[in-house]
């Protein structure tokens, strides 16, 4: 789970996973109301899908 931050030194360590639209579909219904999905530049370049904590800012 990623918290957001105002800080742009923070950083996330983690891997990316190729899925599946359903597979994705299943993890937004897994996933309760306290997150939210949103894109994420990672530092590569590649976009990918995060989840974050709904109670603070999403970062971008």
């Given at each position: 789970?990623?918290?957001?931050s105002s800080?742009?030194?923070?950083?996330?360590?983690g891997h990316?996973f190729t899925?599946?639209?359903?597979?994705?579909?299943?993890?937004?219904?897994?996933?309760?109301?306290?997150?939210?999905?949103?894109?994420?530049?990672?530092?590569?370049?590649?976009?990918?899908?995060?989840?974050?904590?709904?109670?603070?800012?999403?970062?971008?």
């Open positions: 789970m990623v918290l957001a800080d742009p030194a923070d950083t996330v360590e990316v899925i599946s639209d359903a597979e994705l579909r299943a993890a937004d219904a897994y996933e309760v109301d306290d997150y939210t999905r949103i894109g994420v530049t990672l530092r590569s370049g590649t976009r990918a899908w995060v989840y974050v904590e709904r109670r603070g800012r999403p970062c971008s």
